[in-house]
């Protein structure tokens, strides 16, 4: 089928379905569902870093179809979110997954002051992360004790955009420097020579000086966790978009050509391309989020010019095979189960696989949304 009636297609059933999902979903902040019902992460999980998705689903919906509801709870998702803002604890380097598809995007549509405050406040936070020793953006916490003061995460490549949108708007080059240094950090140490990627990093943080490095969510040291290739394929082209800097665009583009190289031939990605031989496990939100940087690659490759345009294709053609291997494989089209992706996996070593997580269905939207034009850009 050709590649734009496709994405039409996937838009009207997104369109759909998501209607009577978020209806009946109203009042929640989804992770994932028992049994085809969304959790809730409101209340005691509002910390939980992934509680940004379901107001950005809102807020690419509310885009698409101007439909009011979608509008309200993505707001409602917003002002929950200021429990976290406020507890020290609970802030961490996911910053840019939380506020930017909730108040930043707010702020893009409405213009709202109370928003605008929202997101300059947890860019603030997140700034205040920075080592300058290791120029790198320290990523969880660990209660006190320091034992994770050393460790960056690749992942935090999609939180940078937090920090170009306060440099953005305010012209304060501070947001810039740190975001800037923290990928140039992320270029050197995490990204192998074959373009695949470390999901953890330790440095000394007291010196800056590289220690280690670590397997993290995926099966082991030196291995090439899925999720972990896409957030940095994605979070250097998005360095890219911001910054021009064409050393992001080429390690942008080292990623992607691993990744595709990686490509099964049934298009569905694993936990991790180096998993052992006998091991199915699949990773349906690493196709998803890699889905949106190829398309974004393509399109800054086509816009550069006529050489780009030829290779430009290779990107969009590997993003259609992930799109249309997750739309026929393994989205569930079911009105009555609330969740849209299949088969997602938070860590290759936790107890359980293969289920359902919001930000999945969030990128499966955004990508689709690229392809017909409506998409909100959040990043
Ligand atoms: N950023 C955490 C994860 O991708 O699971």
């Known amino acids: 089928m050709d590649e734009q009636k496709w994405a039409a297609e996937a838009a009207e059933k997104i369109r759909h379905k998501m209607h009577l999902v978020a209806e009946r979903n109203r ?37 698409a179809t101007k439909e009011e509801m979608y509008r309200e709870i993505a707001l409602e998702n917003e002002e929950k979110l200021d429990a976290n803002l406020m507890l020290a604890g609970g802030m961490d ?78 012209n304060d080059p501070r947001y810039l420097q740190i975001a800037t240094l923290h990928a140039d950090t992320a270029m050197k140490y995490f990204i192998r020579e074959d373009g695949s990627s470390n999901h953890i990093v330790a440095f000394d943080p007291a010196t800056g000086e590289y220690v280690d490095t670590f397997g993290g969510q995926g099966y082991a040291q030196g291995s090439s966790w899925t999720r972990g290739q ?37 298009g569905l990605i694993p936990v991790d391309f180096r998993q052992p031989a006998d091991c199915t496990l699949e990773d349906s939100t690493a196709s998803a989020i890699a889905s949106c940087g190829l398309l974004e690659i393509a399109k800054a490759l086509e816009q550069k010019g006529e050489l780009g345009t ?15 291997a997750l739309y026929e494989q393994r989205c569930n089209w079911d009105d009555n189960c609330d969740n849209l992706l299949e088969k997602c996996t938070a860590a290759f070593h936790d107890e359980t696989h293969e289920f359902s997580i919001i930000y999945g269905d969030y990128y499966f939207i955004e990508a689709v949304w690229k392809l017909t034009g409506e998409e909100l850009f959040l990043w």
């Open 27 to 63: 009042h929640k902040i989804p992770y994932t569902t028992q049994d085809g019902v969304f959790d809730d992460c409101s209340g005691d999980k509002i910390c939980w870093w992934t509680n940004g998705f379901w107001g950005g689903m809102m807020w690419q919906l509310y885009h």
């Open 93 to 170: 380097h996911d910053s840019g997954f939380r506020w930017l598809p909730t108040a930043v995007a707010d702020y893009k549509v409405t213009g709202s002051k109370k928003a605008f405050n929202r997101g300059l406040l947890a860019a603030n936070d997140m700034a205040g992360r920075f080592n300058p020793a290791g120029r790198f953006i320290r990523a969880w916490n660990d209660g006190g004790d320091g034992s994770k003061a050393g460790w960056a995460i690749i992942d935090c490549m999609m939180n940078l955009p937090l920090l170009y949108w306060a440099w953005e708007e305010t």
């Open 230 to 266: 896409a957030w940095a394929l994605y979070g250097f082209i998005l360095s890219y978009l911001h910054t021009k800097k064409e050393s992001y665009l080429n390690t942008a583009k080292r990623v992607a050509n691993y990744f595709i190289s990686n490509i099964p031939e049934n």
């Open 310 to 324: 030829t290779e430009s294709r290779i990107y969009q053609n590997a993003a259609i095979k992930l799109l249309t």
